[in-house]
Nanobody, 124 residues
Framework: DVQLQASGGGLVQAGGSLRLSCATSGFTFDDYAIGWFRQVPGEGREGVCNISPRDGNTYYRDSVKGRFTISSDNAKNTVYLQMHSLKPDDTAVYYC?????????????????WGQGTQVTVSS
C-alpha cells in the first residue's frame, strides 16, 4: 500500500522555524514527484512546494520563496520541508502528496496519494 506520513508540525512564534517530514512507502520513490500542500478551514488546499526526487527539480509558491526549502533523502524515501521566518499566514494543516510522474506539477488534482495532515500554527 502507498503510504505517506507527515510529521513535524507544531506551535511556533512568528519568525521561528519548523521542519516537516514526509515519510513514504509502498512505491518507487524516485518515480514520483512529492508535493507539500496546506489548507486552512473554509479554504481550498493550496500548493506550497514540490520536488522531483529523481532530478532534484523543485518549485515554490511565491509567498514561501526564500523562507522554505524542500529536499529529499532518497535513501530514506523521505521528503523534508524546512520552514524559516514563519508568519501567522503560514498557519495551516500541511499535507504531503505523491504524483505518479517525475515531472514537477503544482496543481492539487495531479496528486494521486495523500498523507494525513500535520498542523502548523504560527503565533504573532
Amino acid at each position: 500500500d502507498v503510504q505517506l506520513q507527515a510529521s513535524g508540525g507544531g506551535l511556533v512564534q512568528a519568525g521561528g522555524s519548523l521542519r516537516l517530514s514526509c515519510a513514504t512507502s509502498g512505491f518507487t520513490f524516485d518515480d514520483y514527484a512529492i508535493g507539500w500542500f496546506r489548507q486552512v478551514p473554509g479554504e481550498g488546499r493550496e500548493g506550497v512546494c514540490n520536488i522531483s526526487p529523481r532530478d532534484g527539480n523543485t518549485y515554490y509558491r511565491d509567498s514561501v520563496k526564500g523562507r522554505f526549502t524542500i529536499s529529499s533523502d532518497n535513501a530514506k524515501n523521505t521528503v523534508y520541508l524546512q520552514m524559516h521566518s514563519l508568519k501567522p499566514d503560514d498557519t495551516a494543516v500541511y499535507y504531503c502528496a505523491a504524483d505518479r510522474t517525475t515531472v514537477v506539477r503544482t496543481y492539487t488534482r495531479a496528486y494521486d496519494y495523500w498523507g494525513q495532515g500535520t498542523q502548523v500554527t504560527v503565533s504573532s
